[in-house]
């Protein structure tokens, strides 16, 4: 059964990087037809797709974060990475790892991980 | 971008009863379409995909419909254990996605 798990500080400062993992148990992050995501939620707020690594390698952010976020893999670990350069309060929010499945162009995120929140204060 | 519009935001409601939250694409979507429930302190868990394919272990009494801009998730009979928070995503955008903004299901 695939298991997601994400950590990593719980305090980040203002103008710092945020990094984050997210371990993959029970499926190969690689050698799947699967792709792999970071989502966001703010405290009493909704959900926030930040973005997507894409079985074929490549990578797609959300627009409004494409400039500070990246998204990578490490094969070896079978974990999936997030950094968030530049954050400010506004940063602060539980971060979700999620698969995102593929079926013929339909697409959808199961499972999630737990969540890890990450607070961004001096 | 396409926005997603969920109503009502918020809702009250009693255990037995019948229950449809509905959410609106800005621009049509086809059946691109996913709904999550979401309690406290826990993360979203997927209901129903492709607007009205209802994932495994997910009980009957849910239910998605609708193609193009409006879908609905119903709930045919309210449990205690389906009191939480329900949010819309939309896949029609390959390179992007958003979610509805949620809509908070109450005990009356």
């Known amino acids: 059964q695939l298991q997601l798990r994400e950590s990593g500080p719980g305090l980040v400062k203002p103008s710092e990087t945020l990094s984050l993992t997210c371990a993959v148990s029970?499926?190969?992050?690689?050698?799947?037809?699967?792709?792999w995501s970071w989502i966001r939620q703010p405290p009493g707020k909704g959900l926030e797709w930040i973005g997507t690594?894409?079985?074929?390698?490549?990578?797609y952010y959300n627009p409004s974060l494409q400039s500070r976020v990246t998204i990578s893999v490490d094969t070896s670990k079978n974990q999936l990475s997030l950094k968030l350069t530049s954050v400010t309060a506004a940063d602060t929010a539980v971060y979700y790892c999620?698969?995102?499945?593929?079926?013929?162009?339909?697409?959808?995120?199961?499972?999630w991980g737990p969540g890890t929140l990450v607070t961004v204060s001096s | 971008d396409i926005q997603m519009t969920q109503s009502p935001s918020s809702l009250s409601a009693s255990v037995g009863d019948r229950v449809t939250i509905t959410c609106r694409a800005s621009?049509?979507?086809?059946?691109?379409l996913n709904w999550y429930q979401q309690k406290p302190g826990k993360a979203p868990k997927l209901l129903i995909y492709a607007a009205s394919s209802l994932q495994s272990g997910v009980p009957s009494r849910f239910s998605g419909s609708g193609s193009g801009t409006d879908f609905t998730l119903t709930i045919s009979s309210l449990q205690p254990e389906d009191f939480a928070t329900y949010y819309c995503q939309e896949s029609y955008s390959v390179l992007s996605i958003t979610f509805g903004q949620g809509t908070r299901l109450e005990i009356k």
């Open positions: 621009q049509p979507i086809s059946t691109y």
């Open positions: 029970g499926d190969s992050i690689s050698g799947s037809r699967y792709s």
């Open positions: 690594f894409l079985y074929s390698g490549n990578t």
């Open positions: 999620a698969r995102r499945i593929t079926v013929t162009r339909e697409d959808w995120f199961d499972p």
